[in-house]
């Protein structure tokens, strides 16, 4: 029979092609990757295979019966694997293994055995000759023939394992992402054609070809690199810490990592411009990435790295932290800018201090975002347990509190010296733990800011209060200012102003009632933005305050260039200046200047009658505190509006 190699060669190419282009990219070593790349390697051996015994079969020129039967029984093993290689890779996609459990290892040999007994089928084809039984045999010439009917069950299993296959996309269809399962899908087509095609027409070898271009697909939209590379460093990121990690923690080796975090990042940014602190970041990873192998190397995000370390000693780690110490306690030079680093460092081993990836970014978090660890090193197994669960368990219900309707918005009444009597509040967020008790907003607001929740928790504050006052008639209730507190996240929304009149709009509610706290934290982060959202919304009719004024470093030039209605006096400055004489005196010129300047005062922390009368004789315009009330919920709120004082 004459055979047309043409595609078999194209195929040679192609498969050398991918191999160059892997082993040239960063591959993670996972086993998706290995299986993938084995894949590649038996496809190529097996397609040298089919030029080889293909070739001689047309010449009749092999040297021995015995080189004959070994030439084509390892070709067909190697086709044979295909199907195989592709549902081993499939399952990998589905993270099969992450948890390989004994029945796991039952069902993985079990789906082997089809393809084991075929191999033993092959192995004993020599013996088989001439009859049934044999999947190929050799005439007196040494010429290639298919066995009468066993040859149909090389087929036979190759159909098997594409079935198997789509089941399994079927059965992990929400743990493969779609774009895969279409492509996982265009692989079994391919392969079916192959098959077929070259089952008819047995001159036209085309299945190695055709596998060779659906691998060379696998290659570019599923192995792709981009996926576990950091795009700035060029390091694995976080993705790819929780492959790899998920792919080692299974075995016996002890493993740690050191990690590494570059200290006040804000400032960074801020001072030299997001894209000098990516060059930044660049710098270290490649020093990192030189001094350790790429393969240990992850860049965690919000400038965090992290050294893994197998079988590590305690010698070992020791030298990875002198090693950042020394790297880290020198000048940075990079655009002409030379720079010093502060960093801290945390040491997790595993599974002693953490036994899964999002226990070890718990303690990571943790260590580098908490004033509690301030020391430069720090051993995940000195770390406070009580403590860390308590941040664990508030990040839990910080990301679960909308969802689970665990935040309520309470009010915190206001006195009106004019008025002699609470003509408003202050709306202050509230959330309930799986405990159904309140955490404080010290602990929780700080978290939501880090992980952005607190966005919607504002918008879920504004949404509340617009719905609350537009249920009852303000006139009557009384209700004359209500107190609305904006996150620093909020106020470097550019959106902001529209956002709250779109608020306001729906429920209809007159924006004069509204005042928008903000704290001076906020208008020196965005200066410009907040600017242009206050503009915008005091010509829409709400007023603003300065929220604890003196209790940071205060700016004159705040309340000297945006149009404040009220300042907020903080209440620890009230406090200091009813128990001593210095501070009074300081209050009190604090009070005659904000006068001057034509705003109104608010004092905080009123607790006791005596403190109240003290701090309107100096002349503030409103109290709060809890002499008034404490915060509570809106039904409770508004009886407080009608009682005397």
């Known amino acids: 029979m004459q055979y047309n190699l043409y595609f078999d060669i194209s195929a040679v190419f192609i498969n050398i092609l991918i191999i160059i282009f892997f082993y040239c990219r960063r591959f993670l070593p996972i086993r998706q990757n290995r299986i993938y790349i084995s894949f590649v390697f038996v496809l190529l051996i097996t397609t040298l295979?089919?030029?080889?015994?293909?070739?001689?079969?047309?010449?009749?020129?092999?040297?021995?019966?015995?080189?004959?039967?070994?030439?084509?029984?390892?070709?067909?093993?190697?086709?044979?694997?295909?199907?195989?290689?592709?549902?081993?890779?499939?399952?990998?996609l589905a993270d099969f293994w992450s948890n390989f459990t004994a029945k796991k290892r039952i069902l993985t040999i079990c789906f082997l055995?089809?393809?084991i007994f075929e191999v033993i089928l092959l192995l004993l084809t020599p013996l088989l000759q001439?009859?049934?039984?044999?999947?190929?045999?050799?005439?007196?010439?040494?010429?290639?023939?298919?066995?009468?009917?066993?040859?149909?069950?090389?087929?036979?299993?190759?159909?098997?394992?594409?079935?198997?296959?789509?089941?399994?996309?079927?059965?992990?269809?929400?743990?493969?992402?779609?774009?895969?399962?279409?492509?996982?899908?265009?692989?079994?087509?391919?392969?079916?054609?192959?098959?077929?095609?070259?089952?008819?027409?047995?001159?036209?070898?085309?299945?190695?070809?055709?596998?060779?271009?659906?691998?060379?697909?696998?290659?570019?939209?599923?192995?792709?690199p981009?996926?576990?590379?950091?795009?700035?460093?060029?390091?694995?990121?976080?993705?790819?810490?929780?492959?790899?990690?998920?792919?080692?923690?299974?075995?016996?080796?002890?493993?740690?990592?050191?990690?590494?975090?570059?200290?006040?990042?804000d400032f960074l940014i801020n001072t030299y411009g997001l894209s000098d602190f990516n060059e930044l970041l660049k710098m270290v990873g490649d020093s990192l990435s030189r001094q350790y192998s790429y393969r240990r190397v992850f860049y965690i995000g919000q400038g965090k790295f992290?050294?893994?370390?197998?079988?590590?000693?305690?010698?070992?780690?020791?030298l990875i932290i002198n090693n950042l110490n020394v790297a880290f306690n020198r000048l940075w030079t990079f655009n002409d800018i030379k720079i010093k680093l502060y960093t801290q460092i945390c040491v997790v081993k595993f599974p002693k201090d953490a036994k899964t990836p999002e226990e070890y970014f718990d303690i990571i978090n943790t260590v580098f975002s908490s004033e509690r660890y301030t020391e430069p090193v720090v051993f995940a197994d000195k770390i406070d347990l009580?403590?860390?669960?308590?941040?664990?368990?508030?990040?839990?219900?910080?990301?679960?509190?909308?969802?689970?309707?665990?935040?309520?918005?309470?009010?915190?009444?206001?006195?009106?010296?004019?008025?002699?009597?609470?003509?408003?509040?202050?709306?202050?967020?509230?959330?309930?733990?799986?405990?159904?008790?309140?955490?404080?907003?010290?602990?929780?607001?700080?978290?939501?800011?880090?992980?952005?929740?607190?966005?919607?928790?504002?918008?879920?504050?504004?949404?509340?209060?617009?719905?609350?006052?537009?249920?009852?008639?303000?006139?009557?209730?009384?209700?004359?200012?209500?107190?609305?507190?904006?996150?620093?996240?909020?106020?470097?929304?550019?959106?902001?102003?529209?956002?709250?009149?779109?608020?306001?709009?729906?429920?209809?509610?007159?924006?004069?009632?509204?005042?928008?706290?903000?704290?001076?934290?906020?208008?020196?982060?965005?200066?410009?933005?907040?600017?242009?959202?206050?503009?915008?919304?005091?010509?829409a009719g709400f007023e603003f305050s300065l929220d604890d004024y003196g209790s940071g470093y205060s700016n004159m030039s705040y309340m000297l260039n945006i149009p404040f209605s009220m300042i907020k006096i903080d209440k620890y400055i009230v406090w200091s200046a009813f128990k001593e004489k210095r501070s009074e005196t300081a209050l009190k010129c604090t009070i005659d200047m904000i006068k001057k300047l034509g705003m109104t005062i608010l004092a905080e922390g009123v607790e006791t009658k005596e403190m109240a009368d003290w701090l309107l004789d100096l002349g503030c315009d409103y109290l709060q505190g809890y002499y008034y009330s404490k915060p509570c919920p809106f039904n409770e709120f508004l009886p407080i509006l009608k009682k005397q004082w």
């Not at 004959?68 to 549902?87: D, E, H, I, K, R």
């Not at 059965?171 to 098959?195: D, T």
């Not at 907040?530 to 005091?538: Q, R, S, Y």
């Open 113 to 115: 055995l089809p393809y």
């Open 226 to 265: 981009e996926k576990v590379l950091d795009s700035i460093t060029g390091l694995y990121n976080q993705t790819a810490f929780i492959k790899y990690f998920n792919e080692i923690r299974k075995s016996d080796e002890k493993i740690s990592t050191v990690s590494i975090s570059i200290k006040d990042i």
């Open 306 to 318: 992290s050294v893994l370390v197998k079988n590590s000693k305690a010698k070992d780690i020791n």
């Open 49 to 92: 295979l089919e030029i080889v015994t293909s070739h001689h079969d047309m010449k009749n020129t092999y040297s021995s019966r015995f080189l004959a039967y070994s030439l084509n029984c390892l070709f067909l093993m190697g086709t044979t694997s295909f199907g195989v290689f592709f549902s081993l890779y499939t399952l990998s």
């Open 386 to 539: 009580h403590y860390r669960h308590e941040i664990i368990r508030i990040e839990h219900a910080v990301r679960k509190g909308l969802s689970e309707r665990r935040y309520e918005v309470y009010y915190q009444p206001i006195y009106s010296a004019a008025d002699k009597r609470v003509i408003g509040g202050e709306a202050l967020i509230r959330l309930r733990g799986d405990d159904g008790k309140f955490i404080s907003p010290e602990d929780f607001i700080p978290i939501a800011e880090k992980n952005g929740t607190v966005l919607r928790i504002g918008e879920f504050v504004l949404e509340t209060v617009f719905s609350d006052l537009a249920h009852i008639d303000l006139e009557e209730a009384g209700v004359k200012k209500i107190d609305i507190n904006l996150s620093v996240a909020q106020c470097m929304q550019e959106i902001l102003a529209d956002q709250i009149i779109g608020i306001q709009t729906i429920f209809n509610v007159p924006n004069d009632v509204i005042n928008l706290e903000i704290t001076e934290t906020a208008l020196a982060h965005t200066p410009e933005v907040m600017e242009k959202n206050i503009k915008k919304l005091v010509e």
């Open 130 to 224: 001439h009859t049934d039984k044999a999947i190929f045999y050799l005439d007196s010439n040494n010429i290639y023939h298919r066995g009468n009917i066993s040859f149909i069950l090389i087929y036979v299993v190759t159909i098997l394992y594409m079935v198997s296959i789509v089941s399994m996309l079927f059965i992990f269809r929400k743990r493969i992402s779609g774009e895969n399962k279409g492509l996982v899908a265009y692989f079994i087509f391919a392969v079916l054609l192959s098959v077929a095609i070259q089952y008819f027409f047995p001159s036209l070898l085309v299945t190695c070809f055709i596998t060779s271009l659906t691998s060379l697909t696998f290659l570019f939209f599923i192995q792709k």
